[in-house]
């Protein structure tokens, strides 16, 4: 581009070829395609299953369901409340989800940038020695001073919608890592529950090997005692010894699984592999079967889960990078200039006021630029973003299914574990009868040690798979939970990042007042984001 030399009608020219191009710039479109939620596959209802515990809205009354938002209240459990409370606020990995939140705030407002114009200033001084012939004769001086203040100014004009475009993939960006945290939340709760759970289900086995392991320890003193007096062969002696050792040598692993599962809970709380064992190692859980929950329909599923909505922006944010690069096929208008001072005076002349009106200059410039011979390569970036753009949407589709199966999967668990439940509480309790029964007859000398091996077996098996079942029932409901999008209101504003962090980060960089703005991404004005 080159900049015209200004006449005295230069000015008049400046206006209105200013004045042309923001109208122009005003009633531009943007080329590309505008962002359309994809259309996803979903079915009218969740399928019904025999003795399911999870009901419609409609058919039920609303005193009897689980608000799914603070879904966790529904299994009676205090420290699992307080686990879950210290793990939203300490979690490391769901600290960090919240920072990118902030990086990608930031993000917008350096794309927010790209519509205004860039305006710097600038200052210069030179001093030149140049002789020549004629100051030699002369005998002047050949120094030459020369001094400039200029504010100098750039704009490409959007026309196109180039960066009203970028600023939309930006903004959707933005808003898609917003949702990614409420996601890894959904998740956080989720793995802590299913993680307490399975805490108490190994301390529940360990007290049912103990207790079986003090039942078989009488059974082999009886055998004992009986070999002693010779009422019974050594086969039976051997026999008690042996499964009682079986017996005995499930505790370490059951130990070690409880051990696994606390440092866990405790990374998953942000603390050392030993926290939870101190803080919480003495209390007693009180896990209870959660109340009815609305499952609602399977097209809730598009406003009830975060990583839905986190799919639909990353598409909706790929979808405007194709306009972006639609606009590179077409020309781009610029404007540029500048306005300052400038004096030059030979070495032995006093300096002149430099900011004297009449020491003005100024400057107005406009041009464009047209691909001719790369358009080619341009087409085939627009077709690179399309192509991202149409696996992002079957990314979302695929998603909506996966959704639609989890909680069915989730649904299919509780009503068959329930059930089994159920049936395994009467197992339980005859089994214990058979044990009780076969041991009064091994010690009247009516039968012989096997029959009590058998029938201890079957007890412990028995209890093993209760308490097994139950749990699975409660993992069940965590993963219905977790698949209805629960634990999230819908809401979708900043989370507050902790104060010593918050500290930190002021003390390095200036932040203004972004990391107390915790306004929803949707509702901000991308020129207030970095405010």
Not at 27 to 41: E, I, N, Q
Not at 136 to 152: D, E, G, I, K, R
Not at 186 to 206: D, K, M, Q
Not at 254 to 259: C, D, Q, R, V, Y
Request: hydrophobic residues 40%.
């Amino acid at each position: 581009m080159i900049p015209p030399m200004l006449t005295s009608r230069a000015p008049v020219f400046a206006k209105f070829l200013l004045i042309s191009l923001l109208a122009a710039c005003l009633t531009a479109c943007m080329v590309g395609p505008d962002f359309v939620r994809p259309a996803s596959k979903t079915q009218d209802q969740y399928k019904k299953t025999a003795q399911t515990e999870f009901t419609d809205a409609i058919k039920s009354s609303n005193d009897k369901l689980l608000n799914p938002v603070t879904w966790w209240t529904g299994f009676k459990d205090p420290t699992l409340n307080d686990l879950l409370k210290r793990a939203a606020s300490d979690n490391l990995t769901l600290q960090r989800a919240a920072l990118r939140i902030y990086q990608a705030r930031s993000q917008l407002g350096v794309a927010d940038a790209s519509l205004l114009p860039t305006v710097g200033l600038g200052g210069t001084a030179n001093r030149t020695d140049q002789p020549t012939p004629l100051t030699q004769y002369l005998n002047t001086s050949s120094f030459t001073n020369t001094n400039a203040v200029l504010v100098q100014a750039n704009w490409e004009i959007d026309f196109w919608g180039k960066y009203r475009r970028g600023i939309e993939s930006t903004l959707s960006s933005y808003v898609s890592t917003v949702a990614t945290y409420y996601a890894a939340d959904v998740s956080l709760a989720a793995e802590v529950a299913n993680t307490y759970i399975n805490i108490r289900n190994y301390e529940i086995l360990l007290d049912v090997a103990k207790t079986n392991l003090a039942l078989q320890a009488e059974s082999l003193r009886i055998a004992a005692s009986r070999f002693k007096n010779g009422a019974t062969s050594q086969l039976d002696l051997s026999q008690a010894q042996s499964q009682y050792e079986q017996t005995k040598s499930q505790i370490p692993n059951l130990i070690a699984g409880i051990k696994k599962t606390q440092y866990a809970m405790s990374i998953l709380l942000g603390e050392t592999p030993e926290f939870y064992e101190k803080a919480y190692g003495q209390t007693k859980g009180t896990l209870m079967v959660p109340p009815e929950l609305d499952v609602g329909i399977p097209h809730d599923l598009l406003r009830r889960r975060p990583d839905v909505l986190e799919a639909e922006f990353l598409a909706s944010a790929q979808s405007a990078l194709i306009g972006v690069n639609v606009a590179n096929l077409y020309p781009s208008f610029s404007l540029s200039g500048y306005f300052g001072f400038q004096t030059i005076t030979p070495g032995n002349s006093s300096q002149p006021s430099l900011f004297n009106w009449d020491n003005r200059t100024t400057s107005i410039a406009g041009g464009f630029t047209f691909p001719l011979f790369y358009r080619g390569a341009i087409v085939d970036q627009i077709r690179v973003q399309d192509a991202v753009f149409q696996q992002s949407i079957l990314t979302y589709q695929n998603l909506v299914l996966q959704a639609q199966k989890e909680v069915e999967d989730a649904l299919i668990v509780i009503s068959t574990t329930r059930s089994s439940s159920a049936d395994l509480s009467k197992a339980v309790i005859a089994a214990q009868s058979a044990a009780e029964l076969a041991l009064q007859r091994y010690k009247a000398g009516q039968s012989d040690y096997n029959t009590v091996i058998v029938a201890q077996q079957q007890l412990l098996q028995v209890q093993n798979s209760f308490v097994q079942t139950n749990s699975n029932t409660l993992l069940g409901y965590v993963s219905a939970f977790k698949a209805l999008g629960g634990g999230w209101s819908g809401e979708m504003s900043i989370p507050q990042l902790p104060v010593a962090m918050v500290s930190q980060m002021e003390q390095r960089t200036d932040w203004g007042k972004v990391l107390m703005n915790t306004s929803d991404p949707r509702l901000v004005q991308p020129s207030e984001t970095n405010q």
